[in-house]
C-alpha cells in the first residue's frame, strides 16, 4: 500500500446518535465514557456557544501545508467534522474561510484543527465552529503528501476514521465509533442524575449533605471553630 492514501469509508456514526450526543456537550460525553477521549485544552474554538457531534473525516498534513484538507473535501458526507493533524507541531493557519466555505458546501458541520487557523471574524461570519491550536496569520502551501481518512493523533487523543467528535464551549471529545450508542445512554443515565441534583441544589440542599461530605471532612481532620 502506499504511504500516502485516500481512505474512500461509510464509517459513520447513526445521525440519531450524533444529536444525542451534541445534546449532551463535551463534559458530559467525557464522563459518560469514563472520562476517557478529552482532546488537549489547548485546542480551543473561536466561537462562543458552537455545540456539534459529528462523524470524523480525519486528515493528516504536512506542517505548513493543506494540500490534503483539499483532498478531504471530496470525502465528508452531511454531518461530518474535519478533524486534521500535522506530521510535526505547527501553529501555521491551515485553515481560512475558503476553505471552510467549500467545507461546509460538502455538509461539513465544522472542524478540529491541531494548528492554526485564520480568517477568525469571517468564520465567525459565517457561523462555521473551528476548534484550533492557534489563531495565526501564516498562511500555507500546497505542495505536499499526507493521508485522509487514517488514524491520526490530534491533541493527545488517537481519532479513527467514523469515530464520534463532540465539541462545545468546553472542549473536544472523541468517542471510538463502536462505542458511541452504549455512552450516548451512559450520558443520558447521567444528565437525568445531574438534573435531580440540579433540583435539589436549587431548593437549598447543601452539597455537603447531597453528597455526604461531613464524614470525609471530619476524617481528613478538617474541624468547625465558632469564634467567640
Avoid at 473535501?73 to 510535526?88: F, H, K, N, Y
Wanted: net charge negative; proline share 5%.
Amino acid at each position: 500500500m502506499s504511504r500516502h492514501v485516500v481512505v474512500r469509508t461509510g464509517k459513520r456514526v447513526s445521525e440519531e446518535v450524533l444529536k444525542g450526543l451534541a445534546e449532551a456537550g463535551a463534559s458530559t460525553a467525557h464522563e459518560a465514557d469514563g472520562r476517557r477521549g478529552a482532546i488537549s485544552p489547548e485546542l480551543r474554538p473561536i466561537q462562543a456557544g458552537a455545540r456539534i457531534a459529528g462523524s470524523a473525516v480525519t486528515v493528516s498534513c504536512h506542517p505548513g501545508d493543506n494540500l490534503m484538507i483539499h483532498a478531504a473535501v471530496e470525502q465528508v458526507r452531511p454531518g461530518d467534522v474535519v478533524v486534521v493533524t500535522t506530521t510535526s507541531p505547527s501553529t501555521d493557519g491551515m485553515l481560512g474561510d475558503l476553505l471552510a466555505t467549500s467545507l461546509r458546501a460538502r455538509g461539513a458541520i465544522g472542524v478540529v484543527l491541531d494548528a492554526g487557523v485564520r480568517d477568525v471574524a469571517e468564520l465567525r461570519e459565517m457561523g462555521f465552529p473551528v476548534w484550533s491550536r492557534a489563531v495565526s496569520t501564516q498562511g500555507t502551501v500546497k505542495a505536499s503528501p499526507g493521508s485522509v481518512n487514517v488514524p491520526v493523533v490530534v491533541g493527545g487523543q488517537v481519532v479513527g476514521p467514523g469515530d464520534a467528535i463532540v465539541a462545545d464551549d468546553d472542549g473536544v471529545v472523541v468517542i471510538p465509533h463502536e462505542r458511541a450508542a452504549a455512552v450516548l445512554a451512559a450520558a443520558r443515565a447521567r444528565t437525568a442524575n445531574e438534573d435531580a441534583k440540579r433540583a435539589r441544589l436549587a431548593a437549598g440542599e447543601l452539597g455537603l449533605d447531597m453528597y455526604n461530605l461531613r464524614p470525609l471532612l471530619a476524617e481528613l481532620g478538617v474541624v468547625y471553630v465558632d469564634e467567640p
